[in-house]
């Protein structure tokens, strides 16, 4: 199996207090009385796949409400090629945790491997997770881009399939390339390059020099302020009446006296030698530095026109120092380039014709792939279809050839359905009927049971409205596609829920004047009544039905 969610775990969701569920593989069913709940678990799966919510879904009372589901994944590389390119930890022992976490101050957040991310990208994660069909869901099947997957899945030839998307994307690579490298290289962008490589060059500009011409030239325009102020320093370190450094003579004499009388204050005169060093060093720094300063006016106005200069160049090209001098290195490249535009050109056209024949002849070989398979999976489905209560119906996939290939090739496919003999056959998107449409969605998810893309399937009540032979049909088709894939299946048919591997049930009741959901799951004789319970009644008659109904799966 692709992926199989082992646990979903709900905290304060709606009418849930608390609820961990731990799924079995094949074929899960979920029932319940209505208004138990059962649509709360949907609305959990759902948040996981990145739906929208907001507080409204918080349990009355409550902070927060969370949702944690753990999944296991059998083939890791293609999600953790995913979550690496977004910075999240990647899957461990197959392992992939996802949580969302909805708060009442709004601060909603969503988890991945532990790692915080954005509600998009959970989605674009769960979109390959999940394939979740309702009454009024977005189906994935329904796009034209997804069903060529299916009809692509079903055709085999995987290596084909993969070698195509490298080489028409170096195509279009090869021919972003020349049609740039055409434009650019015109005579007047030439003449641009050349201006601005001599200007630049010109400029003779060196890493660092800006930094260390503004600090020279703070120095140098506030010369005699500074002047001033170191020579006040000295001043009163070494050459005025009350200097500090004499003043510390005086000190050490007194310290010393100190000393003799009591040697306990031996660590005073320690002090004072330290103070006296450290002063007499910012004396001899002080003096070495008014010695560097430079009152020359010639000198400043060279610096301040260096500078103009240096100000003028990275503004205009809106580069530092380092991105001027990148940049002349990539207008002498192109310049380089540019003296030999033609063979340069006629190199970049051939490459692009080839890899345009390469691709063509990829495109035309899928396309005899993919026309014998979709034959076959056509065929198929139309079997599916009339076991699921479409006698008459009519299906069909119809192609267009484009004049240009695109990233997936020359074909554009759509499923094209009709219920009734007598009735155009129509795209399935344009199918009105919920019930139909889930038919045929579980139609073609039988036919596609070995090759499907997406590992866990959730019907949320999709045989709403069928007869019990059509519900017993149902049943069986989710039974078939439980031998292949993780089957999680809403119902209140019981002919669907006799079918299934592991059976839930979702309950409610009323303690201490709140309302709580449980879930658990039921065997034996609490299976055989919740079916007798689903079929009118506990009745003797209702019983023996739902034996029948075990027996039969």
Not at 384 to 401: C, K, M, P, Y
Request: proline fraction near 2%.
């Amino acid at each position: 199996m692709p992926a199989t969610l082992r646990s979903l775990r709900i905290r304060n969701l709606a009418l849930v207090e608390q609820l961990d569920w731990e799924l079995a593989a094949g074929f899960n069913v979920v029932t319940g009385e209505t208004g138990a709940g059962k649509s709360i678990i949907i609305g959990a799966l759902k948040m996981i796949l990145g739906e929208r919510a907001d507080k409204s879904v918080i349990r009355t009372g409550e902070e927060q409400s969370s949702v944690e589901a753990l999944f296991h994944l059998q083939d890791v590389d293609r999600i953790n090629a995913l979550l690496a390119e977004e910075g999240v930890d990647p899957c461990e022992d197959g392992e992939l945790l996802i949580r969302r976490v909805i708060s009442v101050s709004g601060a909603n957040r969503q988890f991945i491997n532990g790692c915080q991310t954005t509600l998009g990208f959970l989605k674009d994660v769960g979109d390959g997770l999940v394939d979740l069909h309702g009454p009024h869901d977005h189906q994935s099947l329904l796009s034209k881009e997804y069903q060529l997957r299916l009809v692509d899945a079903f055709a085999g030839n995987e290596n084909l399939f993969r070698s195509y998307p490298d080489v028409f994307g170096r195509w279009q690579q090869t021919r972003k390339e020349l049609d740039e490298f055409e434009a650019d290289t015109a005579g007047s962008n030439l003449a641009l390059w050349r201006h601005q490589l001599t200007e630049i060059r010109g400029a003779g500009i060196r890493l660092g020099e800006r930094a260390e011409l503004e600090s020279q030239y703070s120095v140098a325009a506030n010369g005699r302020r500074i002047l001033e102020l170191t020579g006040a320093g000295i001043a009163l370190l070494s050459e005025s009446e009350n200097a500090l450094l004499t003043q510390l003579g005086e000190l050490a004499r007194l310290l010393r006296e100190l000393e003799k009388i009591d040697g306990q204050t031996q660590e005073f005169v320690q002090g004072h030698e330290r103070a006296t060093v450290e002063l007499e060093e910012l004396e001899r720094s002080l003096v070495s530095y008014q010695q560097r300063v430079d009152l020359d006016p010639a000198a400043l106005q060279m610096m301040e026109e260096r500078l103009n200069l240096l100000e003028r160049l990275s503004r205009k090209h809106g580069r530092d120092e380092a991105g001027l001098l990148e940049l002349a290195a990539d207008l002498e490249t192109k310049l380089s380039r540019g003296e030999h535009r033609e063979s340069i050109l006629e190199k970049l056209r051939l490459d692009a014709e080839n890899l345009q024949q390469q691709v063509r002849s990829i495109a035309q070989k899928l396309t005899r792939i993919r026309h014998a398979g979709a034959v076959e999976l056509a065929e198929s489905i139309r079997k599916h279809l009339q076991d699921l209560g479409f006698a008459q119906a009519s299906f069909d996939i119809v192609w267009e050839t484009l004049n240009e290939p695109n990233k997936t090739g020359l074909d554009q496919v759509e499923f094209l359905f009709s219920p009734n003999p007598g009735e155009p056959l129509k795209p399935l998107r344009a199918i009105a009927s919920s019930g139909e449409i889930s038919r045929v969605m579980l139609a073609i998810k039988t036919a596609l049971a070995q090759q499907d893309l997406i590992g866990l399937l959730v019907f949320d009540e999709i045989d709403a409205n069928v007869g019990g032979e059509i519900a017993s049909a149902v049943g069986k088709k989710m039974q078939t596609l439980g031998e292949n894939r993780q089957v999680v299946a809403i119902t209140h048919m019981p002919q669907v829920a006799a079918g299934a591997r592991t059976h839930f049930f979702v309950s409610k009741e009323v303690i201490e004047g709140r309302t709580r959901t449980s879930l658990q799951e039921v065997q034996g004789d609490e299976r055989l009544h919740e079916l007798a319970r689903m079929l009118g009644g506990r009745t003797s008659s209702a019983l023996e039905h739902a034996r029948t109904l075990l027996r039969g799966t």
